[in-house]
Nanobody
Framework: QVQLVESGGGLVQPGGSLRLSCAAS????????MGWYRQAPGKQRELVAT???????NYADSAKGRFTISRDNAKNTVYLQMNSLTPEDTAVYYC????????????????WGQGTQVTVSS
């Protein structure tokens, strides 16, 4: 299956920044939508930001003004620039992609990355 590999997580102080990356590990036909979700301990997984193939962005209210999602279609990669981080941003961040693997007749399938830990703490 298609694998999504996340990177860029880590420990950062409040007010700091991180840039997450997520790349498909093999060639695919197309990606419709890519996005970032996060899950904090004891909470449901929630949307952070998504981006369509034509560049339309959607952000959670908590991310607006601080986070920026972007993508490189040639590299099948999505990025999340996170600025002004707070402890409330601490979570495992998961990459999501909606893809066609082979052709226009292939079914749309959803793939998830394994997650990357983001910890915001003094």
């Amino acid at each position: 299956q298609v694998q999504l590999v996340e990177s860029g997580g880590g420990l950062v102080q409040p007010g700091g920044s991180l840039r997450l990356s997520c790349a498909a590990s093999e060639s695919i036909f197309s990606i419709n939508t890519m996005g970032w979700y996060r899950q904090a301990p004891g909470k449901q997984r929630e949307l952070v930001a998504t981006i369509t193939s034509d560049g339309y962005n959607n952000y959670a209210d908590s991310a607006k003004g601080r986070f920026t999602i972007s993508r490189d279609n040639a590299k099948n990669t999505v990025y999340l620039q996170m600025n002004s981080l707070t402890p409330e941003d601490t979570a495992v961040y998961y990459c999501k992609a909606v893809v066609r693997r082979f052709s226009t007749t292939s079914a749309l399938r959803i793939y998830w990355g394994q997650g990357t830990q983001v910890t915001v703490s003094s």
